[in-house]
């Protein structure tokens, strides 16, 4: 069963410019849920899409938004970068909507750097 | 909001020895604490996690205590053994999400 694929892996942009990550869950997962990592802090979440809708968002601005298809691909969308977004970007597929109780299948990350 | 405080942030024990990492949570509603492992280049990866209705569990060199009255829960690897070098993250539920610790760096020495 192939795990969780993130698409890019790396990526650099520079400040004020958008990035689309995405994400192909474990197959059968209708759960994806997008983390934000960085040195020190830790994971933080973004959000989490269960059937297409947004079930729970974490803090962050609006600048970060997301989606998930009907096949439960998500991608997750950052505009007007700044440089404190670059940090690896974590995908998590999970059977059913965790609601943080259930276990987490990580992706490999998408590593942003913004100059 | 719910905070998750993790220490150390970095241990280096001895191969062969045991190694412990702590936990704190702020949410009493919190019931679910598991933890992952991350090596280096991939995601986290759950090793073991426990509800609030048990106090321990275990599973083969790794075990997880939880003191819900305190609001702590640990970590235990015995018999460390090179390949358990990687960053450790506990988590704890608060709010339908988990709030993560910062992350424990575990060197095993040879």
């Known amino acids: 069963k192939a795990g969780v694929t993130q698409t890019p892996r790396y990526l650099i942009k520079t400040r004020g410019q958008q990035v689309t990550l995405s994400c192909s869950p474990i197959s059968g997962h209708r759960s994806v849920s997008w983390y934000q990592q960085t040195p020190g802090q830790g994971l933080q979440f973004l959000f989490e899409?269960?059937?297409?809708?947004?079930?729970n968002k974490g803090n962050f601005p609006g600048r970060f938004s997301g989606r998930q298809f009907s096949n439960s691909r998500s991608e997750m969308n950052v505009s007007t970068l700044e440089l404190g977004d670059s940090a690896l970007y974590l995908c998590a597929s999970s059977s059913v909507t965790s609601g943080g109780t259930g276990e987490l299948f990580f992706g490999e990350g998408s590593r942003l750097t913004v100059l | 909001g719910e905070n998750v405080e993790q220490h150390p942030s970095t241990l280096s024990v001895q191969e062969g020895d045991s190694a412990v990492i702590k936990c704190t949570y702020s949410d009493s509603a919190s019931n679910y604490f598991p933890w992952y492992k991350q090596e280096l280049g991939k995601g986290p990866q759950l090793i073991i996690d426990i509800r609030s209705n048990v106090g321990e569990k275990k599973d083969q060199r790794i075990a997880v205590t939880l003191n819900k009255t305190a609001k702590h829960f640990s970590l235990h690897i015995t018999e460390t053994q090179p390949e358990d070098s990687a960053v450790y993250f506990c988590?704890?539920?608060?709010?339908?999400?988990?709030?993560w610790g910062a992350g424990t760096k575990l060197i095993i020495k040879p």
């Open positions: 899409y269960f059937s297409e809708t947004q079930r």
């Open positions: 988590a704890a539920s608060s709010n339908y999400q988990l709030i």
